[in-house]
């Protein structure tokens, strides 16, 4: 018998149809084929250099417009009367401006996730939507900015938040977690910020060439900082981005960490509670990446970007979602374990309220939404669906806000005194600010999509079987 050395190669490996494998085990592709260097960089810089964008996208920059002109409003309202135009009362001393807060933060942490460790972890999926991804950081992080800003009531004074020098020797609080607050967002923002605009530069030069008019050929080329694509460029930017890459990876578990201090370390039954930090962080990674199917599935189809966006990205975030809503759910469970097994009569009655209590529709729809809906990912036809994907994403985005409202209002209106219990509802201005801090967030991505490539060109290409020729031998395309 001939040795299967000697067999040309076609006879060792038979094909796919050969062997007859199920369609559903043969792996997506990260970037669908047909697809030169030439093709890559048309399609997404076209989207930015079209003169006209999709009806879609000009409905949700109006809509978006209108309701940032809402937030304005609302601001300017909360600044002549101050914070008694909000719900809040006693007990409830906090209300939708943290409970908002603490949402829009963890939305924010898919972006860094997906572009800091799956880099380093040499994740080729997240190419797609690793740029989308970290723009949707940067505007989450800045619509929740508005709370912390406003809601000590009188925000001229916000200055005094950070430690400057001055004459008569005060200094910020350093023991309470609200300080801590505003280092960790400050520096995941201007961190994230440094991380996205360093990987926009090789493709701010693509558009620098490609630009028609005078003024967008000025602009994209100040901010493409001369990039001209030699050696040394390349390797100071390879350089500069893993470095960032690094920084940026530890801040996906400090930050939301130092969110939950906010809770845990109070006494209140609800919030006093040694397991919150890995909660909040498997919490904003679930909701961030949530967020990110409900963005970039409409995109994918708005802007034709199947071939680019493909059903492999799709379900790689939906099993991300899986896991995290699955380390959720779990704490969840160890939430009510905790209260009856600890004993103390004031956290056993803690769970109970909010089971069947006055707020028992939020605590069971938040069971709905981020426990029940999500396990529908276990099963392939619906996690590689993206009609699916997205429904089962709005449901997270829902059950991860009721989830907040039921931590902080639910924990705050029955303490420790009957005396001093009360209810909590949010009144109009509550309302308007959170949909114009929605509107905000909108109406950045979409001047984001228009005026910046929204997934990464010279990453794409690399992906491209051609970027590899010389790896494997072969000669240039």
Request: with cysteine; aromatic share 16%.
């Amino acid at each position: 018998m001939a040795d299967i050395d000697d067999k040309p190669v076609h006879e060792v490996r038979p094909t796919t149809q050969a062997m007859k494998i199920p369609a559903r085990f043969i792996p997506s592709p990260t970037v669908e084929p047909g697809h030169t260097f030439a093709s890559v960089t048309d399609h997404i810089s076209s989207i930015v250099l079209r003169r006209r964008m999709p009806l879609l996208w000009s409905v949700t920059l109006a809509v978006a417009t209108l309701l940032v002109m809402v937030l304005v409003g609302t601001i300017g309202k909360l600044i002549i009367k101050g914070v008694g135009i909000w719900g809040i009362n006693h007990p409830v001393g906090w209300g939708f401006d943290i409970l908002n807060f603490v949402w829009w933060i963890g939305i924010g942490h898919a972006g860094t996730l997906i572009s800091a460790i799956l880099l380093l972890l040499r994740q080729e999926w997240r190419t797609s939507i690793n740029r989308f991804a970290e723009a949707m950081t940067l505007f989450a992080v800045a619509s929740a900015g508005l709370y912390p800003a406003l809601h000590t009531g009188r925000p001229w004074y916000d200055f005094w938040l950070f430690p400057y020098p001055n004459t008569m020797s005060l200094w910020p609080q350093f023991r309470s977690p609200l300080m801590w607050d505003v280092f960790a967002v400050s520096t995941y923002a201007t961190v994230s910020m440094l991380f996205w605009y360093v990987g926009l530069i090789p493709d701010l030069a693509t558009l620098r060439d490609r630009a028609n008019h005078p003024f967008a050929r000025v602009l994209y080329g100040a901010l493409s900082l001369g990039w001209r694509g030699s050696a040394k460029h390349w390797y100071r930017y390879e350089t500069a981005y893993l470095l960032l890459a690094g920084l940026s990876t530890p801040l996906v578990l400090s930050v939301h960490t130092i969110v939950s201090f906010d809770f845990a370390v109070a006494q209140l039954p609800g919030w006093h509670a040694t397991f919150f930090p890995p909660y909040f962080v498997a919490g904003a990674v679930y909701a961030g990446f949530a967020m990110v199917l409900t963005l970039a599935i409409p995109a994918r189809k708005m802007f034709k970007l199947e071939d680019f966006i493909t059903i492999k990205h799709l379900e790689n975030m939906g099993k991300v979602m899986l896991a995290t809503g699955l380390i959720v759910f779990y704490a969840y469970g160890m939430e009510v374990f905790f209260a009856y097994y600890s004993g103390n009569v004031f956290e056993r009655y803690m769970m109970w309220n909010r089971a069947f209590g006055p707020y028992w529709k939020m605590y069971w729809m938040l069971i709905l939404c981020n426990g029940l809906a999500p396990q529908l990912m276990w099963v392939k036809r619906f996690r590689t669906s993206p009609v699916m994907l997205f429904i089962t994403a709005m449901f997270v985005n829902v059950g991860m806000w009721l989830e907040r409202f039921v931590i902080i209002p639910t924990s705050l209106h029955r303490d420790f005194l009957p005396s001093s219990w009360g209810m909590y509802h949010g009144t109009q201005w509550d309302w308007s600010m959170y949909l114009g801090s929605i509107g905000l967030f909108l109406f950045l991505l979409c001047l984001f999509i228009r005026y910046l490539p929204m997934i990464s060109i010279f990453e794409m290409r690399t992906l491209l079987p051609g970027a590899h020729a010389h790896a494997s031998g072969e000669g240039h395309e």
